[in-house]
C-alpha cells in the first residue's frame, strides 16, 4: 500500500486524537478519513450521484387549467 505523508498542526493532531479515542496522530487521521469515506458513500447510496442527475428534472409541469 502506498504512504501519504503529510504536515498538520500539531493541536489540531491533538484535539483530533482526544476526539476520537486514538493514542496517535496517524490513527486519528485514518480514522476522520475513514469515517468521510464512509459518510460520503452513505449519502451517494440515499441521494444518487452525479451520474444521476438525469433523473433530476428542472422543468416543473404546469398545473392544467379548466
Excluded at 498538520?8 to 483530533?16: K, P, Q
Excluded at 496517524?26 to 452525479?50: K, P
Excluded at 433523473?55 to 404546469?62: E, H, I, K, N
Aim: charged share 30%.
Amino acid at each position: 500500500m502506498a504512504q501519504v505523508t503529510v504536515s498538520l498542526d500539531a493541536n489540531l493532531a491533538i484535539d483530533v486524537m482526544m476526539l476520537s479515542g486514538t493514542k496517535s496522530p496517524q490513527d486519528a487521521v485514518e480514522l476522520i478519513l475513514r469515517d468521510y469515506l464512509e459518510r460520503g458513500r452513505r449519502t451517494e447510496s440515499r441521494t444518487g450521484d452525479a451520474a444521476d442527475g438525469h433523473r433530476v428534472s428542472q422543468d416543473r409541469p404546469t398545473a392544467q387549467e379548466g
